[in-house]
């Protein structure tokens, strides 16, 4: 009774990790997964392999300045208008500068004075008067010094004068247009405020608005572009000229500005337009 019993549990058992193997071979068999359709190729205006850097750009003038005064005076003449063509040098606005005018005309004075007295301080000799006789004594080396220098301080003084002056009148620095006038007769020029804008419109420029700095370091001076002016819908070929060293905070992005010369201006370009840049990196 004792041996069948025995044999009974062992059966059981040989069983049970039968049952346990097959049911654990049966867990590590890996479900086949549905297979999925493939997806839609996303459209880009570059192929993925290109290389090239994209970046939105403007259109500026290849030369442009914000002009000011370094001295507050009422402003006498504004001599041109907006969209006036002008000259490198020639006057655009007179400020009203008669008390510089009386400082000019009083060192200048000065400096006559100096001069005369100078002058006479030069004669190693001098006439002097001893016991009713007249006789010539050995000039001071000390006082002809004394002279030159209020000569030179009257000189500077002078300089410094016709220096102010010449600032009562703004000069156009370059050839260019007269894009805009922020002044008229009659107001005060405070110092640093602008109150001229002229650009060199004649010959435009790119310049990126949004290079990232990931790309930055691919771009360098020299390497082809392609411009795409958005408003008159054509495209030209340019060159990168330079790129700023200086980082831009566009948006949260630091960005970095590139110029690009292009190789034909077209027909119709304008300060301001919208324009997209391809620079061929690769």
């Known amino acids: 009774m004792k041996r069948s019993l025995w044999t009974m549990l062992a059966i059981s058992t040989a069983l049970a990790i039968t049952l346990t193997a097959c049911g654990a071979s049966s867990a590590s068999t890996p479900l086949s997964a549905p297979t999925a359709s493939p997806a839609t190729p996303q459209t880009s205006s570059l192929p993925a392999s ?14 442009q300045a914000e002009m000011s005064f370094v001295i507050s005076a009422p402003v006498k003449e504004v001599l041109v208008k907006k969209g006036d063509i ?6 655009l606005i007179i400020l009203s500068t008669l008390e510089l005018e009386l400082a000019v005309n009083e060192h200048e004075w000065s400096v006559r004075s100096a001069q005369l007295l100078f002058d006479r301080a030069k004669d190693p000799y001098k006439k002097v008067r001893y016991d009713g006789k007249v006789l010539y004594a050995a000039g001071y080396v000390e006082k002809r010094q004394e002279m030159e220098a209020r000569l030179q301080s009257a000189q500077a003084a002078l300089d410094s004068a016709k220096y102010a002056l010449t600032q ?12 805009d006038i922020n002044i008229e007769p009659g107001e005060i020029a405070q110092p640093g ?8 419109v004649s010959s435009m420029q790119i310049e990126t608005t949004d290079l990232s700095e990931r790309d930055a370091p691919n771009v360098k001076v020299g390497q082809t572009a392609t411009i795409f002016i958005e408003s008159l819908n054509v495209s030209v070929n340019g060159k990168v000229i330079s790129i700023s060293p200086v980082s831009n905070i566009v948006g949260g992005d630091v960005v970095y500005k590139v110029k690009v010369a292009m190789d034909e201006q077209p027909a119709g370009l304008l300060w301001g337009m919208s324009a997209e840049v391809e620079i061929q990196t690769k």
């Not at 009562?168 to 894009?179: K, M, N, R, S, Y």
């Not at 405020?193 to 060199?200: A, D, P, R, T």
Request: a neutral charge; zero cysteines; charged letters at 10%.
């Open 50 to 63: 290109s290389g090239n850097v994209i970046a939105s750009a403007v259109v500026v003038p290849a030369q």
């Open 193 to 200: 405020k602008v109150v001229m804008l002229e650009g060199n």
């Open 86 to 91: 002008v000259k490198a040098g020639q006057p």
């Open 168 to 179: 009562g009148t703004l000069l156009a620095p370059f050839d260019g247009t007269i894009v």
